[in-house]
């Protein structure tokens, strides 16, 4: 399982990004998901969301200021941020899921800085 992601970068607060999550197309895996790590801080989880169904699952950080999408032609997920506040400063990375939705392979991740 490759994953590649992107779109992330510097953005002032209450801008909005769109984050995306490219994965090999041999990639088998129950659904995607995306999680979060701030500097001395735990990886966090964000949103998943599984190939089959519309049916988005998002964790509290950003409930509210984000919305997960699929692509499954292009096998790419997508995270739309909104509303960024600088406690949002933090390396976005995707994630391929098994059916309990844990994490099986992990993408390199992206950094999104919020800046004041």
């Known amino acids: 399982v490759q994953l590649q992601a992107s779109g992330g970068g510097l953005v002032q607060a209450g801008g909005s990004l769109r984050l995306s999550c490219a994965a090999s197309?041999?990639?088998?895996?129950?659904?995607m998901g995306w999680f979060r790590q701030a500097p001395g801080k735990e990886r966090e989880f964000v949103a998943a969301?599984?190939?089959?169904?519309?049916?988005?699952y998002y964790g509290d950080s950003l409930k509210g200021r984000s919305t997960i999408a699929r692509d499954n032609t292009k096998k790419t997920v997508y995270l739309q941020l909104s509303s960024l506040k600088p406690e949002d400063t933090a390396v976005y990375y995707c994630?391929?899921?098994?059916?309990?939705?844990?994490?099986?392979?992990w993408g390199q991740g992206t950094q999104v800085t919020v800046s004041s």
């Open positions: 969301i599984n190939w089959s169904d519309d049916s988005p």
């Open positions: 994630a391929a899921l098994s059916g309990s939705w844990s994490p099986i392979s």
């Open positions: 197309p041999r990639t088998s895996s129950y659904g």
